[in-house]
Structure formats: C-alpha cells, structure tokens
C-alpha cells in the first residue's frame, strides 16, 4: 500500500482503528503524555514594589499562609481617611447617647439668669422713658429705641430658655438613630477598603508547594501579574492527547494503567475526563482520513498512593485494553 502524500500519523492511527474494529488488535492500547498536578498562579494586585517575600520555591505550605507582600501605596492614604471617619462617627455617637454634660447645662442655666437679668433691665428702661415721653420731657425715638432694646432682650430670653429645656430634655432618639447608621456606613467604607488592602498581601488559598517566584523583593510586577507559582496538593493526573480513533476505547471511568521511565510497576488509574471537542483541527467539513488527525484531551487520576510523589512533568504512558464490541465477542 503506497502511503506516499499521506500524513503518517493519521495513516498509522486510520490502520489500528480498522484492526481493532475487526477485533484483530488485542494488544493494550497506549498513549503518552505527561504527568501534571494542579497549578495556580497568584497575581499582583496593583503595580507596586514587592516588600516583602515570605517564603523559597520549592516549600511546602499549608493552606491560608501569607507568601508574599505588596506595599500599600497609594490606597494607605485611603485607608487612614476611612478610619478617621469612623472615628469620627463612633465619638458622635457616644456623645449623643451619653446626652448634654452637667457644664453645659449649668452654662445654659447661666446664659438665662443673664437675659432674664437684661430683660428686667431692659423693661424698667422702657417704662422710665415711656413717662417721659407723657411728660413730654423726651422724644418719641427714645421710646422706639427702648421698647427695641426691651424686644431683644425678650427674644434673648426665650432663646436662653429654649436651650436649656432641650438639654433638660437629653438626645432625641431619631437623632441617636441617625448617628448610628452615619457610624455603620464609615465602618462599611473602611470595611471596603481593607478587602482591598487585604488583597496586597498574597496567601496560599489551598496547601501545596511553592513552584516558582517570578519577582525578587524591591520589583514592582505589573497590576495582574503572577507573582507565586504553586502546585497544589491534589491528585496527580497524567495529561494525554487521544487520537479520534481510539476516541470511543477511552470513555469517562475507563480504569487504565500509567508507566513511568525508571519504575519498572505501573500505577491505576482512572480517565476523569475527555474534551468533547478536538484540539489543532476543526471538527467539520473533514473526510474519513483527515478525522485520523484528530486528538482529543484526556486527564487521568492517578488513583495509586505512590503518585503523590511521582514528578511534575514526567513522561507517561497510559495503557488500557481494547474494548470489544458485542459482535466481536461472538
């Protein structure tokens, strides 16, 4: 058979689909990859210089630990105004819960002995420039410019007055509520601006070893930038690529065996998952030997205890027995 101008690959993978759909390739099927844990990346907040690095790559760590550090910057000014305001807002409060001090309201009593004082005065000055002006001793301006005078002293009283039965009264509970809700909106802005502040500091969100650490202390990685690489502890899984005709021999659950150069047993596993779509061709408008070309991404759990220290990256190979149909059976 002349397989000249025929993609290789495709040929060989189009030969063992028509050998296994005629049940005359037993043989395990096999696949390589890689093997992979869970990668997370951690990036930099905002565009400023890295302060502090709290840990070396290669460390374990467990979950919640603080990695890495951001300095403030530009949001610290923010954080000192939303804390003055709370501040602010709590010593409002308690002054109005304690109500008015026993200075003030022997002010106040103080302030109305003064005008009732003024008025009394101011009431005889009246009454003396008013006989005047019947005996037609004054004119009738000084009488206007008294009874003026005599007004005002009136109105200071009262005002005098008013002041002091409002702190004999104490704070008004609408007032006390008022304040209360001023307080909880400053505590809910600095609130918000901590959740930022917070968000300069870098923590492990799960356990599991420090990979790599792009930045040294003293650089400023852009806004979004990794700035912690770590591999999370979980399942090892290996990472293959399946060809479309043996598709359909690795469905989800298919248990399968992963070799690794240098350990002479293979560990159990399990495929997790396979895409539902290829990668590097598209899937339509193609004919039966470009469909050969196509791959599709499998991940396999690695269920066997030893592959939790087996390495990132490592070569594999997955094998898996052919499933027979039930025409070939009989």
Not at 20 to 46: F, H, I, K, M, N
Not at 126 to 154: C, G, I, P, W
Not at 175 to 197: D, G, R
Not at 289 to 306: F, G, H, K, Q, V
């Amino acid at each position: 058979m002349n397989y000249r101008g025929l993609d290789y690959r495709g040929a060989l993978l189009g030969i063992c689909a028509a050998l296994c759909a005629c049940g005359q390739y037993d043989r395990p099927l096999e696949l390589v990859g890689t093997l992979e844990r869970e990668r997370l990346e951690l990036s930099a907040e905002a565009h400023e210089p890295i302060i502090a690095i709290d840990v070396h790559e290669g460390e374990h760590v467990a979950s919640g630990t603080r990695l890495l550090a951001l300095s403030l910057g530009a949001i610290q000014p923010r954080l000192d105004q939303a804390a003055a305001r709370v501040a602010q807002a709590r010593e409002r409060l308690g002054q109005l819960v304690k109500g008015p001090r026993v200075q003030q309201i022997l002010e106040a009593r103080a302030a109305l002995a003064a005008a009732r004082s003024a008025l009394a005065t101011e009431s005889n000055e009246f009454a003396r420039v008013q006989d005047m002006v019947e005996r037609n001793l004054t004119s009738r301006s000084a009488l206007d410019q008294a009874r003026a005078r005599r007004d005002t002293a009136l109105s200071n009283q009262r005002q005098a007055q008013a002041r002091l039965d409002l702190l004999l009264e104490g704070t008004r509970r609408e007032e006390i509520e008022q304040a209360a809700a001023a307080l909880k909106e400053a505590e809910a802005a600095l609130a918000e601006v901590h959740a930022s502040a917070d968000r300069y500091v870098v923590h492990a969100p799960r356990a599991g070893r420090i990979e790599a650490i792009p930045y040294k202390r003293g650089e400023r990685p852009p806004a979004g930038a990794p700035v912690i690489v770590m591999l999370a502890d979980a399942t090892t899984f290996a990472r293959v690529h399946v060809p479309q005709p043996l598709r359909s021999q690795f469905p989800a659950g298919t248990r399968v065996s992963v070799k690794l150069d240098g350990r002479p047993a293979s560990l159990s596993g399990v495929v997790r998952f396979i895409s539902a779509e290829a990668d590097f061709t598209p899937y339509y408008a193609l004919t039966e030997r470009d469909r050969t070309r196509l791959s599709y991404l499998a991940e396999i759990d690695i269920t066997d205890p030893a592959g939790e220290t087996l390495p990132t990256g490592a070569p594999v190979q997955v094998l898996a027995a052919p499933q027979r149909s039930a025409a070939n059976e009989r």
